[in-house]
C-alpha cells in the first residue's frame, strides 16, 4: 500500500509551493483527493485535532475523496490516514482559513 499522491482544491499538494491556492475562506470546502496503490481494501480519514472526518473504505488501487469547511479563519493540521492490515501510512496537510479575500 502506498500513497502515490494527494491534490488539495484540484492541485498535487507541495508544501514548499506558495501556499495561496490551497487556502479557503470560512464556509468554503477543501477539496482532498488522494490516489492510494495496492491491493484490496484500505479505511482512509483525514485526523484533525484527534477527530476523524470524511472516514471511508477505498478499494486499492483507487481514490480517497474528501470535501471539509469550516466556519472560523485559522490554520488547521490535518493528516491523511490510510490503514490496511495494521499498516498505517500519513501525510500531512495544512488546511489554512483565510478571514476575508484577498482585495486586488
Same mark, same amino acid.
Given at each position: 500500500m502506498?500513497?502515490?499522491?494527494? /491534490?488539495?482544491?484540484g492541485l498535487v499538494y507541495n508544501p514548499n509551493r506558495d501556499p /495561496?491556492?490551497?487556502r479557503r475562506l470560512p464556509g468554503k470546502p477543501f477539496s482532498i483527493r488522494a490516489a492510494?496503490?495496492?491491493q484490496g481494501s484500505a479505511t482512509a480519514y483525514l485526523l484533525i485535532d484527534g477527530e476523524r472526518h470524511c472516514e471511508k473504505t477505498v478499494s486499492l488501487p483507487g481514490y480517497y475523496d474528501c470535501e471539509i469547511a469550516f466556519d472560523t479563519p485559522g490554520a488547521r493540521a490535518a493528516e491523511l490516514v490510510v490503514e490496511q492490515n495494521g499498516? /498505517?501510512?500519513t501525510e500531512f496537510l495544512l488546511l489554512d482559513v483565510e478571514a476575508h479575500a484577498w482585495v486586488g
Open positions: 502506498k500513497i502515490k499522491f494527494v /491534490q488539495l482544491n /495561496q491556492p490551497y492510494i496503490e495496492g499498516e /498505517q501510512l
